[in-house]
């Protein structure tokens, strides 16, 4: 079974520019939760969405925002990129909704805002 | 706010040792998670505990769990130079909204 994806594996943009990020999950999953990783702020989790809701929201400004499709595909897009966003962006899929199950995560995908 | 907290920071040990990494964390959890990230990739699942158990082996990994302690470990035996690496553990926070992640442990194994 093909794992998660991610693409791009690498992006770098400008400040103010937007960026949009697509996640491929494992088949057959349809959670999809997205995590930013910073050296200094660690892993931290962005959104999960569920059946092409949003479930839950971490605690970012509205720039960051997701959607899912109906084939479970997810994508993020950051708008007016500053350079504090630069970060590694994962994502994990699992069979669940919620984070009481095994999260499997993409290779993830490297953003640099200059 | 990070749950969970590794010690320590880093580790540095000689193939064959075994390692130990300690995580604690702030409120009752449903379960507690660790995960093995290699130089900036993406994060591998390693072991899934939860709150009803005290212990948990998978190969050469044991986790414990003391919920009395709000405290984990993560015993690694007989580590080898792959096993190089940071290491997470992860809790739900105080609501199930979302994985919460500690800072990690970066482990290295010399040959």
């Known amino acids: 079974k093909a794992g998660v994806t991610q693409t791009p594996r690498y992006l770098i943009k400008t400040r103010g520019q937007q960026v949009t990020l697509s996640c491929s999950p494992i088949?057959?999953?349809?959670?999809v939760s997205w995590y930013q990783q910073t050296p200094g702020q660690g892993l931290q989790f962005l959104f999960e969405?569920?059946?092409?809701?949003?479930?839950n929201k971490g605690n970012f400004p509205g720039r960051f925002s997701g959607r899912q499709f109906s084939n479970s595909r997810s994508e993020m897009n950051v708008s007016t990129l500053e350079l504090g966003d630069s970060a590694l962006y994962l994502c994990a899929s699992s069979l669940r909704p919620g984070h009481s199950y095994e999260q499997y995560f993409g290779p993830g995908t490297r953003l640099t805002v200059t | 706010s990070q749950q969970g907290e590794e010690d320590p920071q880093a580790l540095s040990i000689q193939e064959g040792e075994n390692a130990t990494m300690n995580c604690s964390y702030k409120?009752?959890?449903?379960?507690l998670q660790w995960y093995r990230q290699n130089s900036g990739r993406g994060l591998v699942h390693l072991i899934l505990i939860r709150s009803n158990e005290r212990e948990k082996h998978s190969g050469r990994l044991r986790v414990t769990l003391d919920t009395s302690k709000k405290s984990s470990s993560l015993l690694i035996t007989a580590s080898r130079a792959a096993d190089t690496a940071s290491y997470f553990c992860a809790t739900d926070d105080e609501h199930g909204n979302k994985l919460v992640f500690g800072a990690g442990t970066i482990l290295r194994v010399k040959s």
């Open positions: 969405y569920f059946s092409e809701t949003q479930r």
């Open positions: 409120t009752s959890i449903n379960n």
């Open positions: 088949s057959g999953h349809r959670s």
